[in-house]
């Protein structure tokens, strides 16, 4: 599991019983151990490391930042203190996790000794009046599999938050001329997202190749492993300038402390080293740092999302939308020269000429099937979105490239988002259902999820109650 560690503030309210609070609070902490989840709890705070005492607040919300929870997890051991809750959300800002564990049967008595999941409605209606966004999970067992699914998915999305919110994009010169679709708006990613870019020129990426060849041994080490993992029908020289290219690309990328990056890659780059960036794209892709074509700022938001998403179980590839399948009304081809990572073929690759320059340099292999989900973060007169839904992949004609051909429940449904924007003909693809995640994550980030096909219902139960309804 990813470094992700979560505040545990389990609470109370004192007109219900603090034992069987103090009780289902030890269990609650005993699960999370069994997970295998980080957390930092409220052991010494109080006498009961309960949260429940406004008087409290200071020194827990010291203790989380401190520690530097990426989520806040709100077990209701009893009813909870709804109010203290939200105050604590507020000043944390970050994912918050609601769930009460699931109350027995009232005694011979008709005492009822938790009241958990009342406790759940009157937080849930005072974080919305705080604007706190907040993720729930249904009110169930510790044992349930809804729980065990539903920490498991909170994780991911904080994860997709947290990456997020401390973007910042590698930019290896200005967008292709021709791309008008790719501009973005950097000012306006900062002020409203905190996403950075670290704009470079062309000259101090060749410069850096260069330094890479001179050195020889990281260049030498990634020809061997392409030689290994791929077939290679370029010349030794150009294997190298692949080599040294994904070398520098990565080198770079550390040294501006960036998470993805977005390459120009035509027209000006071949004629300065010679060869397609493609294959240097797909080894960097491999290692789970997102490379981007055409310098599309937000293309590369997408992959770092979805990445973040699939919580490094999976890559992702950057593709095109391009043509409809021959014979399938809801197919259609996802292609791009060559950039898609190893681990997405179904076959060896092979580093050759990609379909429309002369350039060596790029990847041919089609793409695993299987289920996938499909994402574009995007957005125009400062209104952003994330359009988001699943693919599964089909049979379909031999293509240049990396490509795959998926099948989408309505294309046509789906072609007028892209049309009707504010998308492009560009998105990203990763062999995992990410959807609900994703979906989740938008109401932390500021971002307005946009599903291509009616399914809100069950995205939103695949969070709340993961094994089903």
């Not at 709890?41 to 990426?70: H, M, P, Q, S, T």
């Not at 938050?161 to 930019?171: A, D, E, G, P, S």
């Not at 793409?367 to 049979?395: P, Q, V, W």
Request: proline share 6%; aromatic share 8%.
């Amino acid at each position: 599991m990813l470094s992700l560690k979560l505040g545990f503030a389990p609470t109370r309210r004192s007109i219900f019983s603090a034992p069987d609070a103090l009780k289902f609070a030890g269990l609650t902490k005993k699960r999370l151990e069994e997970l295998g989840v980080e957390f930092v709890g409220l052991d010494g705070i109080n006498e009961e490391g309960l949260l429940y005492d406004d008087g409290d607040l200071d020194a827990i919300v010291k203790r989380f930042e401190e520690a530097g929870v990426d989520g806040l997890f709100l077990p209701h051991c009893n009813f909870g203190t709804e109010y203290v809750c939200a105050r604590l959300a507020k000043r944390l800002n970050v994912p918050v996790l609601l769930w009460g564990p699931r109350d027995e049967r009232p005694d011979e008595n008709g005492i009822r000794l938790r009241d958990s999941q009342c406790g759940l409605f009157a937080t849930g209606k005072v974080l919305r009046r705080f604007r706190v966004p907040f993720t729930y999970l249904t009110n169930c067992r510790l044992e349930d599999p809804e729980f065990e699914g539903g920490i498991r998915n909170f994780l991911a999305v904080c994860n997709v938050v947290k990456v997020f919110r401390h973007t910042r994009i590698l930019q290896i010169g200005p967008r292709p001329f021709d791309f008008w679709s790719t501009m973005c708006n950097e000012g306006e990613l900062l002020e409203k997202f905190q996403i950075q870019l670290s704009p470079i020129p062309i000259p101090e990426l060749t410069a850096e190749m260069k330094r890479a060849k001179e050195e020889g041994v990281e260049v030498r080490a990634v020809m061997d492993y392409c030689r290994t993992g791929m077939c290679v029908k370029i010349k030794d020289g150009e294997l190298e300038n692949v080599a040294a290219l994904k070398v520098a690309m990565k080198r770079l990328t550390e040294k501006y402390g960036c998470n993805a990056v977005a390459i120009q890659c035509w027209n000006a780059l071949q004629s300065e080293i010679g060869i397609m960036p493609c294959a240097a794209n797909s080894l960097l892709n491999e290692e789970g740092i997102p490379v981007v074509c055409e310098t599309d700022i937000h293309g590369a938001i997408t992959a770092v999302m979805a990445e973040a998403a699939g919580m490094d179980e999976a890559r992702t590839f950057f593709a095109d939308w391009t043509v409809r399948h021959p014979d399938n009304e809801n197919g259609e081809l996802l292609q791009h020269c060559g950039p898609w990572p190893i681990s997405v073929a179904k076959e060896k690759p092979t580093i050759g000429y990609p379909l429309a320059f002369d350039y060596p340099g790029a990847v041919e292999a089609e793409a695993k099937h299987g289920e996938m989900t499909l994402c574009r973060f995007d957005g125009d007169n400062g209104e952003y979105s994330l359009l988001l839904g699943n693919a599964r992949g089909i049979e379909g004609p031999y293509t240049k490239g990396t490509y795959v051909w998926v099948e989408v429940e309505d294309l046509k449904r789906l072609e007028n988002k892209l049309v009707c924007g504010p998308y492009i003909h560009h998105c990203v693809g990763i062999h995992k259902d990410v959807v609900p995640v994703l979906y989740e994550a938008c109401k932390y980030i500021g971002v307005t999820p946009d599903l291509y096909d009616p399914i809100e219902e069950e995205v939103k139960a695949a969070i709340y109650s993961p094994s089903g309804r």
